[in-house]
């Protein structure tokens, strides 16, 4: 709420332009869609707890998109998402198989399955396309191990709405 009231602030004094996108206009519609939905959820508190949630990913992508990144430090924050990706997939995996049949779904240290898969789902092209845009074998190493990772960790959570989104993102 802070951060997002700084940038809010900034914009206001025009030291930020705002910059919108077609990414950033299809992350805005999909959450007035689902703020729509939660109108006529049988649980709106839950369906708007998730819509705040979404709000948030919005959030960040407009600050992020408004920054004046150069690109050294992009590649930075990209091999770190994709480190990410590897480690909490491997956690997810990691936790089904230890838990073993208490846990049906794997969540995590996240706790919810439909929020890990979405959260591996958001990493899943950064470790694609960094395969491909890394020249060091061992982290082309790392960037396929992760997307492999990521691929079957999201597969554990057993949630349809990854599975659908997966496929989308694959395609």
Known sequence: IIIFGLWAYKIYKKKVKLK?????????L???????????????????????RILLYLVLYLVIL?????EKFLKKITFTI???????????????????SR?????????????LGILLLAMLPFAFFSYFEEKNTNKKLICALSFFTILVASLFTFS????????????
Do not use: C, H, M, W
């Not at 919108?20 to 805005?28: E, F, P």
């Open 160 to 171: 349809r709405s990854v599975l659908v989104a997966l496929i989308l993102i694959l395609l």
């Open 20 to 28: 919108l996108d077609n990414l950033g206009l299809l992350i805005a």
């Open 103 to 115: 846990v049906v779904r794997a969540s995590g240290f996240v706790g919810d399955p439909n929020e």
């Open 66 to 70: 408004s920054l004046n990144l150069n």
């Open 30 to 52: 999909f959450l007035l869609s689902t703020l729509f939905s939660a109108l006529f959820s049988d649980f709106p508190s839950q369906a708007l707890s998730y819509s705040f």
């Open 82 to 100: 994709v480190i990410s990706g590897l480690f909490f997939s491997l956690i997810s995996i990691g936790l089904k198989f230890i838990l073993g």
